[in-house]
């Protein structure tokens, strides 16, 4: 499987991403309340200084590239932009008060991580010349420092 080294920073954050999203699930599907309401406070907490970034960097230096030549990443980029644009309306919900939206945040946040790493990674990785390469590690410049200290 080729890999873009200039994206290590991004995957390093989706390790983070997926064991959000698992433990989302599972205390959303528990019957612990206080242990539901202390995750979407963390999660309140953590999505403007964490998640919004990463989707934002997302957003600024990938989606859009290669996007008029191939209509599935074309695709692929309107699905995942809608998705983060979804984590945006569930964490207003959280900071509202309405933590009942914590199951699905756990189960989109794993699809759209896995959607990618899998898909989106996997597809970038045989089109980018060594050039775009260097745009996009400068362009990511600063990524994945917070998974470190996680
Ligand atoms: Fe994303
Ligand atoms: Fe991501």
């Not at 199951?103 to 050039?131: C, D, N």
């Not at 775009?132 to 420092?145: A, D, N, S, T």
Request: glycine letters at 4%; proline letters at 3%; one cysteine or more.
């Amino acid at each position: 499987m080729k890999r873009i080294p200039a994206l290590k920073p991004l995957s390093m954050e989706h390790h983070l991403s997926l064991s959000l999203a698992v433990k989302a699930m599972r205390t959303a599907r528990g019957n612990d309340t206080a242990a539901k309401q202390a995750l979407c406070a963390r999660i309140v907490e953590e999505y403007p200084t964490r998640w919004r970034p990463h989707f934002d960097a997302e957003e600024r230096c990938l989606f859009g590239l290669y996007a008029e030549l191939d209509p599935e990443l074309e695709r692929l980029y309107a699905q995942l932009t809608d998705e983060h644009d979804r984590f945006d309306a569930w964490v207003e919900a959280m900071k509202q008060g309405d933590c009942s939206v914590l199951e699905a945040f756990g189960e989109l946040l794993q699809s759209h991580t896995r959607l990618e790493e899998r898909r989106l990674f996997e597809r970038l990785a045989g089109m980018m010349s060594a050039s775009e390469m260097r745009v996009l590690e400068r362009c990511l410049e600063g990524h994945g420092e917070a998974a470190k200290t996680f």
